[in-house]
């Protein structure tokens, strides 16, 4: 191998800071060399700049790599479908997916499409508007699961590129480019030096590792090579399986962008600035754009729960307001692999860690020193830390999330931490209650808990038993109508 994996990841990383205005003469050619042979293999030139639109219907098979219901294998395994187009001319981007996944029912769709952006949830019939869209880290996704998009972004952004030598896949020896694109962390391609196809890319994605994207089964539609199977690999680990049913050259996006009048208005999608929210005295919420925590002032420490990213800096927006106290107990309510993110922030703090006695592995491999880390087993039901405030770690599952799941009880401010399974919207009414939702009001009543409030890591607005009886007396008249429908 002439160009290791360690060369490659690191270009990974540096390349956004110098890619562009050091690139030596010498290398900007090779770089046109192997873009040259990638444009004429991927059809060429010509006909890739004639390239206004572009789309695919797809088929998948997700295996929930870090996010199955139990920590152990085998892993689950969950069908979908989906479609997914853009407008290259106008930044325009639709897709639709719908299917099953972590025990939630799905069906939901965008389209960024300038101040007509929406998202859409047809499982409840309803639509919002995005207030704030953004076409490059929205469309993101699907340009770095198509090669013909790829390839475009190279050629557009090739003074961000850089050649990383050689590399053998599959035992075919392939060109290897550094490419810094718009969002996100860089990519390397993978050029096949006797076909001139891109058959691999790699990026590095802090606190996931490394993600490998494959590119299959070549078929040619409309004088394009395009590929019919994609696979997504998580550190090695299968993770997203795809099979390409229909691939759309220069399509009509024009019908795929009309909202229609048959979905009811939900209140607009807007960016959720990191807040803290006081709860109760010495009880905080503290989180942002979707991830969030519960810290509780302890008197002379704070005790954490929840393990989703961004702790250290909600951590340090709560110590401004309160004084510098350090986290010495942190609570994790499940293993998957969004929810552990934080494991390594609190063992620096030197906390001890409680989670469920079979999360312990997953847990401790999110360490930096997996050993040393001070880990105390949440077995059902127990008082974790010591201080004047009751916090109580209790396990619901199994759920159709997860076998194990703690939620954080405060008794006496009558205030619940959850994850994952009842998640108010930021704004407007609930909505009807899936899978994971129900098995949750259900623990709920058979554990004699009833909150006051219900706080989430994944919203920042606290919720009640009433909108949690809202939620299910929905999901209950959406099962009847579609009864009905039959």
């Known amino acids: 191998m002439n160009c290791s994996r360690v060369m490659l990841i690191a270009a990974l990383f540096y390349a956004p800071l110098g890619w562009g205005s050091d690139i030596s003469e010498k290398n900007a050619e090779k770089v046109r060399e192997v873009l040259d042979a990638a444009l004429a293999a991927h059809g060429g030139a010509e006909r890739l700049a004639a390239l206004r639109s572009f789309g695919v219907e797809f088929e998948d098979i997700n295996i929930a790599v870090g996010q199955s219901r139990k920590a152990e294998p ?205 709860l109760a005295e010495g009880v905080y919420h503290v989180g942002g754009n979707g991830t969030y925590a519960l810290f509780v002032d302890q008197g002379d420490h704070l005790l954490a729960v929840g393990g989703t990213a961004g702790v250290p800096e909600r951590a340090a927006m709560l110590r401004a307001e309160i004084g510098d106290k350090p986290i010495r107990e942190a609570a994790m309510t499940h293993h998957h692999s969004d929810h552990i993110l934080a494991v390594a922030a609190y063992e620096q703090e030197g906390a001890t860690i409680h989670a469920a006695a079979s999360h312990e592995a997953v847990i401790r491999g999110a360490a930096a020193d997996p050993a040393g880390l001070k ?46 399974h009842f998640a108010m919207p930021a704004a407007g009414p609930v909505q009807a209650a899936a899978a994971p939702t129900q098995d949750f009001a259900k623990a709920l009543d058979r554990l004699g808990i009833e909150p006051t409030r219900i706080v989430s890591a994944h919203s920042p607005r606290p919720g009640s038993m009433a909108d949690l009886a809202e939620a299910l007396r929905l999901e209950a008249e959406r099962v009847q109508k579609l009864s009905a429908a039959r």
Do not use: C
């Open 74 to 278: 085998p892993l689950d395994r969950a069908p979908s479908l989906g479609s997914a187009a853009i407008g290259l001319d106008d930044s325009v981007f639709v897709q639709r997916a719908a299917g099953v996944g972590g025990g939630f029912e799905f069906d939901n769709g965008t389209v960024i499409n300038g101040e007509a952006s929406y998202q859409f949830n047809f499982r409840n019939g309803n639509k919002a508007l995005i207030a704030q869209p953004d076409f490059a880290t929205t469309s993101g996704p699907f340009v770095r699961v198509s090669p013909t998009l790829l390839v475009l972004q190279l050629r557009d952004r090739a003074q961000n590129a850089y050649y990383l030598g050689s590399d053998k896949v599959d035992g075919e020896k392939h060109d290897v480019i550094g490419l810094s694109m718009s969002v996100g962390p860089g990519i390397s391609l993978f050029f096949s030096r006797a076909t001139g196809l891109l058959t691999h890319s790699e990026r590095v994605l802090p606190g996931f590792g490394k993600v490998e994207y494959r590119f299959d089964d070549y078929q040619t539609v409309s004088g394009i090579p395009v590929n019919a199977r994609f696979t997504l690999l998580v550190n090695g680990e299968e993770n997203i399986l795809r099979t390409n049913q229909r691939t759309l050259i220069n399509p009509d996006l024009a019908p795929m962008l009309d909202v229609g009048t048959d979905l009811a208005d939900a209140p607009p999608v807007v960016a959720q600035p990191v807040r803290v929210l006081r």
């Open 375 to 420: 880990f105390a087993a949440v077995e059902s039901r127990a008082r974790i830390g010591e201080g004047p405030i009751t916090v109580e770690m209790v396990d619901i599952g199994p759920t159709a999330h997860a076998e194990h799941l703690l939620v954080a009880w405060l008794p006496e401010q009558g205030i619940l931490f959850e994850a994952d």
